[in-house]
Protein backbone atom coordinates (compact mmCIF):
# COMPACT_ATOMS: atom_id res chain seq x y z
CA UNK A 1 0.00 0.00 0.00
CA UNK A 2 1.51 3.38 -1.01
CA UNK A 3 0.76 6.97 0.39
CA UNK A 4 -1.10 8.01 -2.67
CA UNK A 5 -3.44 5.45 -2.38
CA UNK A 6 -4.06 6.17 1.56
CA UNK A 7 -4.90 9.35 0.33
CA UNK A 8 -8.46 10.33 -0.78
CA UNK A 9 -9.42 13.73 -1.84
CA UNK A 10 -11.08 15.90 0.75
CA UNK A 11 -15.03 15.56 1.07
CA UNK A 12 -18.08 16.99 2.81
CA UNK A 13 -19.95 14.38 3.07
CA UNK A 14 -18.99 12.38 5.44
CA UNK A 15 -21.97 10.92 6.87
CA UNK A 16 -23.63 7.61 5.16
CA UNK A 17 -26.64 7.26 7.12
CA UNK A 18 -28.21 7.68 10.52
CA UNK A 19 -30.50 5.10 11.89
CA UNK A 20 -32.91 5.14 15.08
CA UNK A 21 -33.86 1.40 15.58
CA UNK A 22 -35.96 0.17 18.34
CA UNK A 23 -35.20 -2.71 20.71
CA UNK A 24 -36.03 -5.47 17.82
CA UNK A 25 -33.90 -3.83 15.11
CA UNK A 26 -37.36 -2.64 13.12
CA UNK A 27 -36.51 1.41 12.04
CA UNK A 28 -38.40 4.06 13.20
CA UNK A 29 -36.25 6.54 11.74
CA UNK A 30 -33.55 6.02 9.05
CA UNK A 31 -31.83 8.85 6.50
CA UNK A 32 -29.58 7.82 3.86
CA UNK A 33 -27.08 9.72 2.55
CA UNK A 34 -24.81 7.62 -0.56
CA UNK A 35 -24.94 9.09 -3.71
CA UNK A 36 -22.81 5.72 -5.07
CA UNK A 37 -26.09 3.89 -4.92
CA UNK A 38 -25.55 1.72 -2.16
CA UNK A 39 -28.25 0.88 -0.36
CA UNK A 40 -30.59 2.22 -3.09
CA UNK A 41 -33.16 0.07 -2.38
CA UNK A 42 -35.14 -0.42 0.64
CA UNK A 43 -34.58 -3.80 1.06
CA UNK A 44 -30.79 -3.21 0.99
CA UNK A 45 -31.55 -1.06 3.54
CA UNK A 46 -33.71 -3.03 5.71
CA UNK A 47 -31.25 -5.90 5.31
CA UNK A 48 -28.38 -3.69 6.38
CA UNK A 49 -30.12 -2.58 9.14
CA UNK A 50 -31.05 -6.10 10.56
CA UNK A 51 -27.57 -7.46 10.01
CA UNK A 52 -26.41 -4.50 11.84
CA UNK A 53 -28.96 -4.94 14.63
CA UNK A 54 -27.31 -8.23 14.95
CA UNK A 55 -24.17 -7.76 15.61
CA UNK A 56 -24.36 -4.69 17.99
CA UNK A 57 -27.37 -5.07 20.17
CA UNK A 58 -25.73 -7.35 22.29
CA UNK A 59 -22.05 -5.72 22.18
CA UNK A 60 -20.52 -3.47 24.73
CA UNK A 61 -18.54 -0.98 22.30
CA UNK A 62 -19.34 2.07 20.55
CA UNK A 63 -17.77 1.37 17.05
CA UNK A 64 -17.64 -1.22 15.00
CA UNK A 65 -16.57 -1.61 11.17
CA UNK A 66 -19.37 -3.43 9.33
CA UNK A 67 -19.80 -4.26 5.75
CA UNK A 68 -16.73 -1.95 4.84
CA UNK A 69 -18.05 0.79 6.85
CA UNK A 70 -17.74 2.57 10.52
CA UNK A 71 -20.69 2.46 12.29
CA UNK A 72 -21.05 4.35 15.30
CA UNK A 73 -23.92 3.54 18.01
CA UNK A 74 -25.26 4.54 21.28
CA UNK A 75 -28.21 2.37 22.92
CA UNK A 76 -30.52 3.71 25.46
CA UNK A 77 -33.65 1.76 26.81
CA UNK A 78 -35.08 0.47 23.82
CA UNK A 79 -33.92 2.22 21.02
CA UNK A 80 -30.37 2.35 19.52
CA UNK A 81 -28.85 5.40 17.55
CA UNK A 82 -26.69 5.02 14.70
CA UNK A 83 -24.37 7.16 12.34
CA UNK A 84 -22.79 5.59 9.39
CA UNK A 85 -19.52 6.70 7.79
CA UNK A 86 -16.90 5.21 4.86
CA UNK A 87 -14.25 2.70 6.45
CA UNK A 88 -11.75 5.80 6.14
CA UNK A 89 -13.64 8.58 7.75
CA UNK A 90 -12.65 10.27 11.08
CA UNK A 91 -14.04 8.28 14.02
CA UNK A 92 -14.16 11.06 16.13
CA UNK A 93 -16.25 13.30 13.73
CA UNK A 94 -18.91 10.13 13.61
CA UNK A 95 -18.43 10.55 17.50
CA UNK A 96 -19.78 13.77 17.88
CA UNK A 97 -22.51 14.38 15.55
CA UNK A 98 -23.99 11.19 16.94
CA UNK A 99 -23.47 12.40 20.21
CA UNK A 100 -24.98 15.76 19.01
CA UNK A 101 -28.26 14.10 17.67
CA UNK A 102 -28.29 11.72 20.66
CA UNK A 103 -28.30 14.51 23.08
CA UNK A 104 -30.19 16.59 20.94
CA UNK A 105 -33.31 14.06 20.69
CA UNK A 106 -32.81 13.69 24.67
CA UNK A 107 -33.74 17.60 25.53
CA UNK A 108 -36.15 17.47 22.52
CA UNK A 109 -37.55 14.41 24.90
CA UNK A 110 -36.78 15.88 27.91
CA UNK A 111 -34.86 13.36 29.06
CA UNK A 112 -37.10 10.98 28.47
CA UNK A 113 -35.64 8.84 25.75
CA UNK A 114 -37.77 6.24 25.13
CA UNK A 115 -39.75 4.23 21.56
CA UNK A 116 -42.93 6.23 22.44
CA UNK A 117 -41.56 9.44 23.79
CA UNK A 118 -39.75 9.35 20.17
CA UNK A 119 -42.76 8.42 18.10
CA UNK A 120 -45.00 11.20 19.65
CA UNK A 121 -42.10 13.94 18.82
CA UNK A 122 -41.29 12.11 15.61
CA UNK A 123 -41.48 15.52 13.61
CA UNK A 124 -39.54 17.51 15.63
CA UNK A 125 -36.61 14.81 16.11
CA UNK A 126 -36.59 14.79 11.69
CA UNK A 127 -36.26 18.09 11.63
CA UNK A 128 -33.53 18.04 14.04
CA UNK A 129 -31.68 15.38 12.12
CA UNK A 130 -32.27 17.81 9.26
CA UNK A 131 -30.83 20.86 10.77
CA UNK A 132 -27.66 18.25 11.86
CA UNK A 133 -27.00 16.91 8.73
CA UNK A 134 -27.99 17.36 5.18
CA UNK A 135 -27.01 15.07 2.35
CA UNK A 136 -24.31 13.32 4.68
CA UNK A 137 -22.39 17.33 5.01
CA UNK A 138 -22.58 17.81 8.71
CA UNK A 139 -23.75 21.08 9.05
CA UNK A 140 -24.45 20.90 13.11
CA UNK A 141 -22.53 19.38 15.85
CA UNK A 142 -23.52 22.00 19.01
CA UNK A 143 -26.86 20.09 20.81
CA UNK A 144 -28.17 23.42 22.06
CA UNK A 145 -27.46 25.08 19.21
CA UNK A 146 -29.57 22.46 17.23
CA UNK A 147 -32.58 22.37 19.59
CA UNK A 148 -32.79 25.35 19.89
CA UNK A 149 -33.21 25.80 15.70
CA UNK A 150 -36.04 23.01 16.17
CA UNK A 151 -37.57 24.33 19.43
CA UNK A 152 -41.45 24.83 19.52
CA UNK A 153 -42.21 28.55 20.45
CA UNK A 154 -44.67 28.47 24.22
CA UNK A 155 -48.15 29.81 21.57
CA UNK A 156 -47.05 26.03 19.77
CA UNK A 157 -47.45 24.00 22.47
CA UNK A 158 -51.11 22.91 23.58
CA UNK A 159 -52.28 24.06 26.82
CA UNK A 160 -52.95 21.02 28.84
CA UNK A 161 -48.79 20.51 28.01
CA UNK A 162 -47.65 23.76 29.48
CA UNK A 163 -46.29 24.38 32.42
CA UNK A 164 -47.52 26.79 34.98
CA UNK A 165 -44.88 29.08 34.69
CA UNK A 166 -45.23 29.09 30.77
CA UNK A 167 -49.17 29.30 30.96
CA UNK A 168 -48.38 32.72 33.19
CA UNK A 169 -46.08 34.21 31.18
CA UNK A 170 -48.04 33.80 27.61
CA UNK A 171 -50.92 35.27 29.93
CA UNK A 172 -48.84 38.33 31.07
CA UNK A 173 -48.07 38.92 27.28
CA UNK A 174 -51.28 38.87 26.09
CA UNK A 175 -52.61 40.88 28.67
CA UNK A 176 -49.64 43.21 28.12
CA UNK A 177 -50.51 43.38 24.19
CA UNK A 178 -53.81 43.98 25.14
CA UNK A 179 -53.04 46.80 27.84
CA UNK A 180 -50.85 48.82 24.77
Known amino acids: MTVESLHREPCLETVKAVLILDNNGTRILGKYYSKAGIFATTAEQKKFEKNLFNKTH ?33 ELLLMSVLD ?54 ADDIPLGE ?19
Open 58 to 90: KANSEIIMFEGMTCLYKSNVDLFFYVIGSAQEN
Open 100 to 153: CIYNSVSQILRKNVDRRSLLDNLEIVMLALDEAIDNGMILEADPSALVSRVALR
Open 162 to 180: QTVAQVLQSAKEQLKWSLL
